[in-house]
């Protein structure tokens, strides 16, 4: 049996730049039982696409994405498009038999979400969730201190995740359009951070007790030839028309962790003087871990139990082959980067194919349904103005 792996990929704008990055560089660094073979690449704009092929190597190129997604030389469908289209592609990928790797959030809304597990739960396909920030070398270390009891019982987390790009400025994307996106800020951003603490802190999240969610900027500009453009629309040209944004800016929720503590979350496209700071804080009894994708390669730790001694504590994770995924890269203290996530995941990935276990656990389809309930109740509670129970399936 041949040990090539080959993939399709839908989608060439940031993720697909991300995911053909890290198609084409883990075969480089990792020692991997399937060889990845980046075989069909899918657009929509014919000629951007042949250019796209050819920078990443791409082997073939299509627009029609049911032809790639039913090729039989392809084993595996890597899904980076909007998330109207998530479901349809993965659905068709599995009923043909494929592997299945797709973009957060799972879907636009919760019911597109329910059929991908559905039709999951009937394939022979495996099915992966981009949530990348799980395989950032210090979450993977956050998660294993907690694997280990270095927090004990489980009293606070507290996430956010800020950027700012969505000004006023910004023209009216396909992020904009709920019917597209199914939300904005909420589904983009709370979606990393409520998988980061559920992955961190290994507890589901069982009820919102409450949520805000504002769309500060409800007119934007209508880009030439409609939606679409890559984030902040740099370079794309307006029509001159306004629009009207149907998702939100921003969205903060309190919620209750099924270990018995309490958890905070907030996103936003609009924290000025914030681009990519995507932070988390756990408190337990017996210690405390401290995240910030903005030093990415740093985790801080504090141990109340270094007594006179004790103070948070910055640890260099990039240093020692304790932390994972850090022997694949560099000598110790050499940094990795946003890149780096991508391709520790896609050494996951085919690890996982080939019938091996993941470094740090993999958020497969059903697993990414149960963010997917918590952004949903997390809405649900800001319209209703009342906590939601979640059920914890
Ligand atoms: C835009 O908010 C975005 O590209 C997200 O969609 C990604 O998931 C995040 O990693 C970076 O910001």
Partial sequence: MSDELNIALLGTKFMGRAHSNAW????????????????TVVGRNEQELAAFARRWGWREHT????????????????IGTPNNVHAEQAIAALEAGKHVACEKPLANTLAAAEAMVEAASTSEGKTFVWFNYRRVPAVAMAHKLVRQGALGTIYHARAAYLQSWGGPDTPLLWRFDGDV???????????????????????????I????????????????????????????STSGRMGTSTVDDAVAFLARLSGGGIASFEASRVATGYHNANRFEIHGEKGALRFDFERMNELDYYNPGDGPTAGWRTIDVTRGAEHPFVEAWWPDSHGLGYEHSFVNQAADI???????????????????LRTQRVLDAAIEAARRRAPIPIDPV
Avoid: C, Y
């Fill in 24 to 39: 084409l560089s883990v075969a480089k660094f990792f020692d991997l039982d399937l060889h990845p073979t980046m075989h």
């Fill in 63 to 78: 627009s029609d994405w049911r032809q790639a997604v039913t090729d039989d030389r392809v084993h595996l469908v890597d």
């Fill in 181 to 207: 996106a199914g939300s904005g800020a909420h589904g983009d951003l709370n979606a990393h951070i409520v998988d980061a603490i559920r992955f961190v802190t290994g507890e589901e999240i069982t009820a």
């Fill in 209 to 236: 007790e409450g949520a805000v969610e504002e769309t500060f900027i409800t007119e934007r500009q209508v880009l030439d030839g409609g939606s679409g453009g890559e984030i902040a629309g740099a370079g794309s």
């Fill in 350 to 368: 085919i690890a996982m194919i080939a019938g091996a276990s993941p470094v740090v656990p993999m958020p497969d389809f059903a697993d990414a």
